[in-house]
């Protein structure tokens, strides 16, 4: 593929981008898709085309983030939204950063040398025939020991500089952010709460909920508020869905007996009861349905009380009257154990992972290690699929095992697309499977709440990017590429790693761009 076709391959992104927006603009302007593109403005009361075609249309955005201050941002969409822009922003700088200093000066350096030329008649192309005329701007065209090569170990350190200070200005900038949002007036339950871990065995004629209140009062006398323990709710839940379906039939039923009033029939719908509504006896849906919900309430009342008092896990939510206490409680050491009171900030009520939060202390521990071991020998072994698609999915590979695609291959323009983007479509595919198992690995680790477990599992995926793509992509490709050499002369690897890797930087370029 040479450079003209990339620049070919990058117009055509460029007009499906301007069709997608022509697409939106007129969809965002039919009636019934105000809920679909406006969502935020009608939950805020607001009405989704206030303002008319000035201010509702594909480009009116573009005048609204420049113009908003980050306060808007906060109060429109919260301090994540906040914290996002600030990252947007960080990543921002660091590309202008840099490519103020690298185009002007190192794309000349690369392109006034010929390395890519000398390269060509004494040995295959350092990026094997692919984008030979973008190999000649970049470090692949340097001839070997040519002084040119310290520009770009100057670049290097420069583009090194630029990530530190910003990434550093933009850590201090969200921490302040997030002291601000923590100190502000708006109250929020969590912050007057702390969650309690491995609550220790409960004297004899002791309930759980009476352990941790007599606990906490003594050490809090002034602050304390109230504790609500984790209790077992399986069966309780289960009740409550059969009331909540019985609660909707019931609300559909009276809505078809209104409907027939109208039509001056005032016909009472009616069911079996026997499997599926096929079989059994044959009653009036009102009556029954009403009589089923009256029997379940009793049923769920009485399962709540037995839960409450027979039911009671080994952890709680403890609440205190000042946020200032209850900042002091999730930081301080309760007990001189350290599997007994673990004591940690509450999450947001809508972030708790139940389930977790009654495994205790020495179990989380081991599935810890566990989940760290497998996500290890998945890193490990996650690259043989991912390299062994990667080599058969060439086209060169394609035409030897699938003779008959070779009239579909061999045409121009779809050459060029496949040249350019088979070998890292396995990459892709492989790296979409992986955040569902990521988010299962640490949801096993007993992690308590639904954010931190995304972030562990961010942490994890990160980890498979730095040596499954960056690393087994560039060291790993180009030894799998050339094993036979390699077992011919093993003293070669560091100078075949040394001429192959700058040419790797293609690859990533459309890697990037595909994804």
């Not at 040519?146 to 520009?151: D, F, T």
């Not at 086209?395 to 579909?408: A, E, G, T, V």
């Amino acid at each position: 593929m040479d450079f003209s076709s990339f620049l070919t391959s990058l117009g055509t992104s460029f007009v499906i981008f301007i069709v997608l927006m022509v697409l939106f603009a007129w969809l965002s302007t039919r009636q019934g898709n105000a809920v679909v593109y406006y969502p935020n403005r009608i939950v805020k009361g607001m009405e989704p085309w206030e303002g008319g075609s000035r201010t509702r249309n594909p480009f009116a955005w573009i005048k609204e983030a420049l113009s908003s201050s980050e306060q808007d941002v906060i109060n429109m969409s919260g301090i994540d939204t906040a914290v996002y822009f600030v990252f947007l922003s960080t990543v921002l700088g660091i590309l202008v950063l840099s490519g103020i200093v690298l185009l002007p000066v190192l794309l000349p350096i690369a392109a006034t040398d010929d390395g890519v030329k000398k390269n060509e008649h004494t040995s295959n192309n350092t990026s094997n025939g692919t984008f030979s005329d973008l190999d000649k701007l970049s470090m692949a065209n340097i001839e070997v020991k040519s002084p040119r090569l310290w520009a770009f170990l100057v670049a290097t350190y420069w583009v090194s500089v630029v990530t530190y200070f910003l990434t550093f200005k933009a850590y201090k900038h969200v921490s302040a952010l997030r002291a601000t949002a923590l100190m502000s007036n708006e109250v929020k339950p969590e912050q007057f709460a702390v969650l309690v871990r491995d609550l220790p065995k409960a004297t004899s004629g002791q309930t759980r909920k009476q352990q941790v209140d007599t606990y906490f009062k003594s050490i809090y006398p002034e602050t304390f508020y109230r504790s609500m323990v984790v209790t077992n709710n399986k069966e309780v839940d289960k009740i409550w869905g059969e009331l909540e379906g019985f609660k909707k039939k019931l609300a559909r039923a009276e809505s078809i007996y209104a409907l027939s009033q109208g039509n001056g029939q005032g016909t009472r719908p009616t069911n079996r009861t026997g499997f599926l509504g096929l079989c059994g006896k044959k009653v009036d849906s009102i009556e029954y349905y009403n009589e089923k919900i009256k029997e379940l309430t009793q049923k769920l009342e009485a399962e709540q009380k037995v839960t409450l008092r027979e039911k009671q896990q080994g952890s709680a939510l403890v609440f205190f009257t000042s946020r200032v206490t209850a900042a002091l409680a999730a930081q301080s050491l309760h007990a001189q154990m350290v599997d007994n009171w673990t004591v940690t900030e509450a999450p947001e009520p809508r972030q708790l992972i139940w389930s977790n939060l009654t495994i205790k202390f020495y179990d989380r521990i081991i599935r810890q290690y566990v989940v760290y071991i497998v996500v290890f020998l998945t890193i490990v072994f996650y690259m043989i699929p991912i390299a062994f698609i990667s080599a058969v999915t060439t086209l060169k590979n394609l035409r030897k095992l699938l003779p008959f695609l070779k009239p579909i291959v061999d045409i121009a323009a779809l050459k060029t697309v496949l040249e350019a983007y088979l070998p890292q479509l396995a990459l892709i595919i492989f790296l979409a499977l992986l955040p569902k198992f990521l988010l299962f690995l640490s949801k096993t680790e007993g992690i308590p709440s639904g954010s931190h477990v995304i972030r562990a599992a961010s942490g994890k995926y990160f980890y498979f990017i730095v040596f499954n793509v960056f690393i087994g992509v560039t060291i790993g490709g180009t030894l799998f590429a050339s094993i036979k050499t390699i077992e011919e002369k093993p003293n070669s690897v560091f100078d075949m790693l040394a001429k192959s890797l700058p040419g790797n930087a293609t690859f990533f370029l459309t890697f990037v761009a595909l994804k």
